[in-house]
């Protein structure tokens, strides 16, 4: 079976001190990451069976003060910040020729991060900004080095290998900084240099994303101190949908039970598949919710109550297929609310931004049938100040308390 193109948000959330191993004073840590995949984007088997192409190197801003944060101390948790620890991606088969369609199957590509905690001393701001760069570069050199080594039975990278590259990494560093830095500023920093805290890939592949993966995972390291990085990856389908009945399949964060089983997407198949093809207006909310499933998924996973508003959105979602034309209720109204309002409350601005624009429309569809609402949604896109189609100057009115939205001029 082909496999399928998955959404996939990789997340470094934050980074717990047990001990900054600073001596008298606290310590300075900053994060340098690098995020990278290997897929169909940019690669391809040969009709030789080999791969060829380039990897996807992600780069991140920032060195010293990077985590906003210079003053660490024993039991402080540090938030990693979105621009440096969030990096979300499709992530695609890697085809084969036309020749070999009939005999192989597309191969599944491979995604990560390279993340390395470092703690400021003498290095300058240059170095450690050359010490960047040069990272970003190695990284990428190495991701090449994989790809131009790799066959369709030779697949794998093993751990002496991505040793290897870790130890050509940080060599490469070390001389760039080096190279940077004038003759004072390398003997300042050699007599107390910015310490290497600790260097971790993390490697996800393909067919363990797929069809939906709630993965928590971490990596400690006792050396300048006592250090953990913990991050999260969550993966969905494109399809909103789908991504729906990945929420129900996919195992809880912490090896929870999930609570029950799946319930029936048919429904909502058949109207993805059919009413809503004949409305082009509901497109760009089908975006949005697109955009965002693997983050609502995480959500819901997290929290019980957060699920049990999914449940009703399918059974919502249901109701819009079975009965049209009957009145949207408060109750799921509310559960929508709900899971909204988790979502704006996200790290990232583009979710806060979105949740924020889904909820001020949601509102103005009390007492409506669902028809209605379909109809009313296909008029309006997602926008800061969402208006009616045909009539720029009507902007949507959300619900007050006690009363009815409309579209008011």
């Not at 789908?242 to 429904?267: I, M, N, Q, T």
């Amino acid at each position: 079976m082909a496999r399928k193109v998955i959404k996939v948000n990789l997340d470094l959330d934050r980074i717990h001190c047990f001990d900054e191993g600073d001596g008298w004073g606290s310590a300075e840590p900053y994060l340098w990451t690098v995020f990278f995949k290997i897929d169909g984007d940019s690669v391809r088997l040969t009709d030789g069976l080999a791969l060829s192409g380039t990897p996807t190197v992600q780069g991140t801003p920032g060195s010293h003060g990077n985590l906003g944060d210079t003053d660490v101390d024993a039991g402080d948790d540090v938030a990693v910040p979105a621009a440096i620890g969030e990096w979300e991606t499709f992530l695609k088969p890697i085809p084969v020729p036309a020749s070999l369609s009939g005999l192989v199957q597309d191969l599944g590509g491979v995604v990560g991060v390279v993340a390395i905690l470092m703690e400021e001393d003498n290095v300058s701001d240059d170095g450690a900004e050359a010490g960047h760069r040069a990272l970003d570069a190695a990284v990428r050199g190495a991701l090449q080095q994989i790809i131009d080594t790799r066959s369709l039975t030779n697949q794998d990278v093993s751990d002496s290998e991505i040793q290897g590259f870790t130890d050509a990494i940080e060599a490469r560093v070390k001389d760039a900084i080096v190279s940077q830095q004038n003759v004072f500023e390398n003997l300042w920093s050699w007599l107390n240099p910015d310490d290497t805290i600790g260097v971790k890939v993390f490697v996800f592949k393909h067919d363990d994303l797929d069809p939906a993966v709630n993965l928590d995972f971490s990596q400690r390291w006792r050396n300048e101190g006592d250090w953990e990085l913990f991050g999260h990856l969550t993966s969905a389908p494109l399809c909103p949908v789908d991504a729906l009945s990945g929420l129900f399949d996919a195992a809880p964060a912490g090896g929870a039970k999930r609570s029950a089983a799946a319930p029936d997407l048919g429904p909502m198949r058949a109207f993805r598949d059919g009413e809503y093809r004949r409305m082009p207006g509901l497109a760009p909310w089908f975006a949005l919710a697109e955009r965002h499933a693997a983050r609502v998924l995480r959500l819901a996973l997290a929290q019980p109550e957060l699920l049990a508003s999914a449940r009703k959105m399918v059974e919502w979602g249901n109701l819009i297929v079975q009965r049209p034309d009957e009145r949207l209720s408060e109750e799921h109204v509310r559960h929508a609310e709900r899971l909204l309002a988790a979502l704006s409350a996200h790290r990232r601005r583009d979710a806060r931004v979105d949740a924020s624009r889904a909820l001020s429309v949601l509102r103005a569809l009390h007492g409506k049938t669902h028809r209605e609402a379909m109809q009313f949604l296909a008029s309006v896109a997602p926008a800061r100040h969402p208006t009616v189609a045909g009539n720029p100057s009507a902007r949507v009115q959300p619900r007050r308390r006690g009363g009815d939205a409309a579209a008011g001029g």
